[in-house]
């Protein structure tokens, strides 16, 4: 009994090693084909840029907001200081062929996340917000506040100070624009603030009296006014920008938070542009000038950090 007990221990034994053999060989051997279909893998696949250079088109989501993008309601070109800069970046990297396609500015950061769009700019603030969602690209403009009041300006307003100070006036403000709380931390009352769809309305609510004056992105206040062909408003060429977080504020091109590589060659190009002074011939056609140029040595983190 105990030699019969000593024989089927032996071969189970014997067994248990093949399994185990056959096991790691079977593992091994998996391994070996795992590593090498992930290196196939790695080979085969590419990078967005390297997608773009191949097919020399980029996608470009812009916000229609002259003068930082816009389509010209004449010829239908995209027209504007992002783009122009898009544009030669882009160019400068050897991608020719710029397509860009106007959007909600609500949708641009969910297209640029979805991939419906390679990179998004149209002046964009750098807020820590947005840097949530999306990376943004080095600094390219900044930008302060613009205010539009009645003709001749008889309620003497020149700052935002001037309207929390007077709670007769009515400031229209298009709803959602960064400007409604800008408003409320330099003391204007909320119900001094009245918020409309868009600036055209801006401008008709201080039209019509249902408001004394309007606020907004200074060049695109002003290039709104200028285009309005009326002379009932006027821009206030002195105003007095709040001493506020976010203010100026400082525009950007933004990727999706996997392109990295895209967003790298894009700043590589963009440096150059900074530093050789281009970039000033390439927003002045947009009524930009060098109080808009953004300090060569400004980071995109530093921006963020600031507003934190």
């Not at 309620?155 to 408003?183: C, K, Q, R, W």
């Not at 920008?241 to 091109?253: L, N, R």
């Amino acid at each position: 009994m105990s030699q019969m007990k000593k024989r089927l221990s032996t071969l189970l034994l014997v067994l248990v090693m093949g399994i185990l053999a056959a096991c790691g060989t079977s593992e091994e051997s998996g391994g070996t084909t795992d590593e090498g279909a992930s290196g196939g893998s790695s080979s085969d696949s590419s990078s967005l840029l390297d997608e773009i250079k191949e097919k020399g088109t980029v996608t470009i989501g812009f916000a229609n907001e002259a003068p930082y993008a816009y389509q010209d309601p004449q010829t239908g070109e995209l027209k504007g200081a992002a783009v122009e800069i898009a544009t030669k970046v882009f160019n400068n990297m050897g991608v020719e062929n710029v397509e860009g396609q106007i959007a909600e500015w609500n949708q641009l950061i969910p297209g640029v996340k979805a991939g419906k769009f390679d990179v998004i700019t149209a002046g964009m603030a750098i807020l820590p917000e947005r840097a949530e969602q999306v990376d943004f690209g080095e600094p390219e403009i900044q930008y302060g506040e613009g205010l539009i009041v009645e003709k001749g300006n008889p309620l003497d307003l020149h700052s935002y100070t001037d309207i929390a100070n007077n709670p007769d006036v009515t400031v229209a403000v298009m709803s959602g624009a960064t400007e409604v709380e800008f408003l409320k931390e330099m003391g204007v009352s909320e119900d001094q603030i009245l918020e409309v769809a868009d600036i055209p309305a801006t401008f008709s609510a201080v039209q019509s009296g249902r408001a004394q004056a309007t606020t907004g992105t200074e060049m695109t206040v002003k290039m709104a006014l200028e285009s309005s062909d009326q002379e009932a408003l006027e821009f206030v060429e002195d105003f007095e920008q709040p001493d506020i977080k976010g203010v100026p504020s400082y525009g950007a091109a933004a990727f999706a938070q996997d392109s990295d590589e895209l967003r790298e060659a894009y700043n590589a190009e963009l440096k150059k542009l900074k530093e050789n002074g281009e970039i000033l011939d390439l927003i002045t056609p947009s009524s930009f000038g060098e109080g808009n140029l953004v300090p060569n040595d400004l980071t995109t983190e530093q921006v963020i950090e600031s507003l934190k």
